[in-house]
Every structure is written in structure tokens, then in C-alpha cells.
């Protein structure tokens, strides 16, 4: 029989945690000040219920001062009762110091009976210590700590508390023995960019390894997961979609196959993103919704264009079927873009998803490994039967052909790419399909264009040589014939 998790309160961790902590543990979190361990600990203490008691032990920052900050963040104190062990206003000016004695021997027996006592007194079910490391200035030696810890650790689980504590990490603090004596062991960490949430421990049960993405706001504190795709999957017939081009589709054979992952590639203003929302434009009329996150274009600019030439994403976005979501890259992780990402296909059911583009998804990986992430979250889109169009933006108008320079074309099951052509003095386009996993497709270029009627594809441009390189050449009558 499976046993019932406790929730840690804080959004995202539970799910890092394989549902939440097991009940009569004890949880060291660690990390350096300003990182978060006290609003994790408030987290956990607010998730008891009415019929029971939380206790809340503070050996350095006053009760006043706590309570205050918690209000400020929203958090309901009625069921934590506080503990404050801290030193009192009038300890400097009182001189308490001790000639004869030790500071732990004189100190330790009054903190250890008014934690008793309290103990006894709320049979708490949840018990939060900032911080830990405070009790080590109340020990002799680093043995005497140990087992003074094992000690109230046992003591603690044994009248039926779920235990977190606080510790204090640094250079002149080390945690190795906290880390030795709890059952698990979080690690919150505030970089210069980011802040992070990582289970090194956790007894009797899995948990999502690696870093994850932490936001500490007016809200307190949330944890976006990284993505794990293997365990999504959702059942879906892989129909073909129809750009509602006719060339187009004779290009691809019939269009994109539903839950395929295309890379559309191409220089600057060649027609990328307008390729993509054809394919949502057809979907719209199917009552299908899908997502366009754009990180270099803002919603109107988009908007404006589509509208420019017969796409009516204004009425899509009305109607619901369509939904252009303009990322600040910069201020979001990975993880976090990966959780906006899933309410989108798992709350609304959307059916395509576009990333325009891939040059400013790469803004929020922030020196990360670009194509784990992006692996990760294709693959997630994919077991979802969510058709991903990913947009590509490669240097250079004409000259060598280049598929993306990312290292990502190994994902893709379709490649469809786009060239500025130079032909007698004029600036023209032209698409072609480089890989198409699930079906044939043709093997020759089409002229491209985008007009005010919307996108317009020619025939195959048989007469033309030397395509990829962007100035092409007649070729010669005679040739041709042959």
C-alpha cells in the first residue's frame, strides 16, 4: 500500500518530489542566506490542516519580524505556533556572559527543555527549525553535535512530526553530518541569473533529479520541474494537415503529418512564420487551437502582417483558436517557458505549437545546453500528438546552404526550408522540402511569394541550377531538352 505524501505547499515541488514528502521524516534544506529556506519552511507548516498543529523554531530571526514578512507574502498563520529561541533585545546590554562556564552548557538545557515542552504541549504534526546550524554553538565538539542531533531528530519522529530544517551553508559552516543524519536533502541555490531547487536525497522513494528552475515573488516561492517526456503520452492518429495551399501541399504530398516535429528554415524575411500560420489558419477552420510564441516579434506586428495579406488571425485570436503569447526571454527560464508551454496543451488542447524562434529560445537557456532543451520539450510535444513547428533564422541572404548550425536537425521528422533567389537583378524566394520522415515528397524548388491575397506557390523551377547557392542559372535550352 502506497503511503499518503505530505505537500510541501510550494507550487511545483511535490511533483519534483514524487508527490510530496513522506510523513515522520526529516528534511534538511539547505543553502546560502536569501535563498529561500524560510519561505519553504512557511510553505510547509501552512498545508496543515485545522484539526492539527505546526511549530515554527527560530533560533536567530525574531517571531515579530517572521510573522511580519509571512503576512506580506499572504501566508495563513493560524495553525503555526512559534517557538522563538532567538536572544531578546536586552541580551547585548545585560552582559550575559560566563566566566566559568560554557555558553553551550549553561544554554543548551533551557533551549532543549522549551523545545521539549512545546513538543509535548502542541503535539505537532509539522516542525520547521531556522536554522539548524544554531544548535552547533551549543556543542562542545563536532561528536557531541552529531549525536545531540540524532537525538532530537529521533525524538521529533517518534512523537509524530514531519520534520524540515533550516541550514545555514557556507564555508565556515559545512553540512556534511545534517546531510548523513536526514532522510532527504534540498539544496536551493540563487545564481547571478537564476534561482534553483535540487533533491540530492530522498529515502523510500524516486524524485525528479537534476536542476530546477525556483521563483521567489510576492506569492512566495514556486518550482518549475524540468521536463521529463518519457512520461507524458497521449493517443492521436497521425493524419496528415493541410497548409490549405494547394502547390504547398503538392510539395509535401499532402501536408504535415499530425505530432511531427518541422524545422523551417531560412534568412531574414523570407516568409517563415507566415509559412507556419497557414498551417494554424487551416487548423482554425477545423476548430483546432494552437500557440505561437514569438521572442523577437511583438503580437501586433504580427497581427498586422497576417492581416496584410488574408490571414485573419485578429478573429482567430477571438475566437480562441489561436493564441500569440510574445516571450520575454530574458526573463524566463526554461523551465518556467516549459510549464507555460503544458497549460497550453494540457489545459486548452491545443494542436500546434510554434517556437519563432529558435535564435531567442536560446535567450532563455542563458548558457545551458541548447539542444537538451529543446530535445526535451519536442519530444514532450510530440508523445502529446502536437504538431511543433519550429522557425529557424539562418545568416546570410544567399551563399552556402545551411540547414539550422544548431546541431538540431537530427530532430526533426520534416525539414522545409526557404532561399532569397537573385534572378536578373530581382530579389525573389523559393521553398523546398529537404526531409520528409513519415512520407515522400517532391524533390524540386517552387518559387515562393507572399501577396495581399496571402501565400502564392509556383511550379517546380525545373529551368533553374545552382539554387542553394542563391544565384542561380538558366539552364540552357538544349540542357533542359536532354
Known amino acids: 500500500m502506497t503511503q499518503k505524501r505530505l505537500s510541501t505547499g510550494v507550487a511545483g515541488l511535490d511533483t519534483v518530489l514524487s508527490g510530496g514528502l513522506i510523513p515522520n521524516q526529516a528534511y534538511l534544506i539547505r543553502g546560502k542566506t536569501g535563498t529561500g529556506k524560510t519561505t519553504s519552511g512557511l510553505h510547509f507548516l501552512t498545508q496543515t490542516s485545522s484539526e492539527e498543529t505546526a511549530l515554527f523554531i527560530t533560533l536567530g530571526e525574531a517571531e515579530a519580524k517572521i510573522r511580519h514578512n509571512a503576512e506580506n507574502l499572504g501566508f495563513d498563520l493560524t495553525n503555526i505556533h512559534f517557538l522563538d529561541l532567538g536572544p531578546s533585545a536586552d541580551f547585548f546590554a545585560a552582559d550575559k556572559s560566563y566566566d566559568i562556564f560554557s ?48 537525538s532530537f531528530i529521533r525524538y521529533l519522529i517518534d512523537e509524530g ?25 534540498i539544496t536551493l541555490q540563487a545564481l547571478d541569473d537564476r534561482r534553483t531547487i535540487q533533491v540530492d536525497k530522498f529515502r523510500g522513494s524516486s524524485f525528479i533529479e537534476g536542476t530546477h528552475s525556483l521563483r521567489l515573488d510576492d506569492d512566495g516561492m514556486c518550482v518549475f520541474p524540468q521536463l521529463k517526456p518519457d512520461k507524458f503520452r497521449r493517443s492521436f492518429e497521425p493524419t496528415i494537415i493541410s497548409s490549405g495551399v494547394p502547390a504547398l501541399d503538392e510539395l509535401m504530398h499532402g501536408g504535415l503529418e499530425r505530432g511531427t516535429i518541422t524545422i523551417i528554415t531560412g534568412p531574414t524575411g523570407v516568409g517563415k512564420t507566415t509559412f507556419g500560420i497557414q498551417f494554424m489558419k487551416e487548423a482554425a477552420g477545423r476548430g483546432e487551437r494552437s500557440v505561437v510564441y514569438t521572442f523577437e516579434e511583438s503580437e501586433a506586428s504580427i497581427l498586422h502582417r497576417c492581416e496584410a495579406i488574408n490571414i485573419p488571425v485578429k478573429a482567430m485570436v477571438e475566437q480562441g483558436t489561436l493564441n500569440i503569447d510574445a516571450v520575454e526571454a530574458l526573463a524566463l527560464t526554461p523551465e518556467e517557458f516549459v510549464q507555460a508551454v503544458r497549460q497550453e496543451v494540457e489545459n486548452q488542447n491545443t494542436r500546434i505549437v510554434m ?21 526535451a520539450l519536442c519530444r514532450y510535444l510530440q508523445n502529446m500528438g502536437v504538431t511543433t513547428l519550429l522557425v529557424n533564422e ?16 537530427y530532430l526533426a521528422d520534416n525539414i522545409v526550408f526557404f ?46 541550377r545552382n539554387i542553394l547557392s542563391g544565384v542561380p542559372e538558366q539552364i540552357p535550352p538544349s540542357s533542359h531538352s536532354e
Do not use: C, W
Request: hydrophobic share 35%; glycine share 8%; aromatic share 8%.
Open 419 to 464: 532561399r532569397h533567389l537573385e534572378i536578373r537583378g530581382e530579389l525573389r524566394k523559393a521553398i523546398g522540402v529537404l526531409k520528409k520522415r513519415l512520407s515522400n515528397f517532391e524533390h524540386t524548388l517552387r518559387e515562393f511569394e507572399i501577396t495581399r491575397y496571402g501565400i502564392k506557390v509556383g511550379p517546380p523551377l525545373s529551368n533553374l
Open 103 to 150: 555558553p553551550a552548557d549553561v544554554e543548551r538545557g533551557s533551549i532543549t527543555e522549551q523545545i521539549v515542552q512545546s513538543v509535548q504541549t502542541l503535539k505537532p504534526k509539522r516542525v520547521f527549525i531556522d536554522s539548524i546550524t544554531q544548535f552547533r554553538y551549543l556543542a562542545r565538539n563536532s561528536y557531541q553535535f552529531h549525536q545531540q542531533m540524532l
Open 161 to 185: 512530526a514531519t520534520t524540515l530544517l533550516g541550514s545555514e551553508i557556507g564555508n565556515l559552516t559545512p553540512d556534511d553530518d545534517l546531510q548523513f543524519l536526514s532522510d532527504g536533502i
Open 355 to 375: 517556437l519563432d524562434s529558435i535564435s531567442g529560445y536560446r535567450l532563455s537557456i542563458r548558457g545551458d545546453n541548447l539542444v537538451n532543451h529543446i530535445h
Open 394 to 409: 539562418i545568416e546570410g541572404v544567399t551563399g552556402d546552404f545551411k540547414v539550422t548550425g544548431q546541431g538540431l536537425s
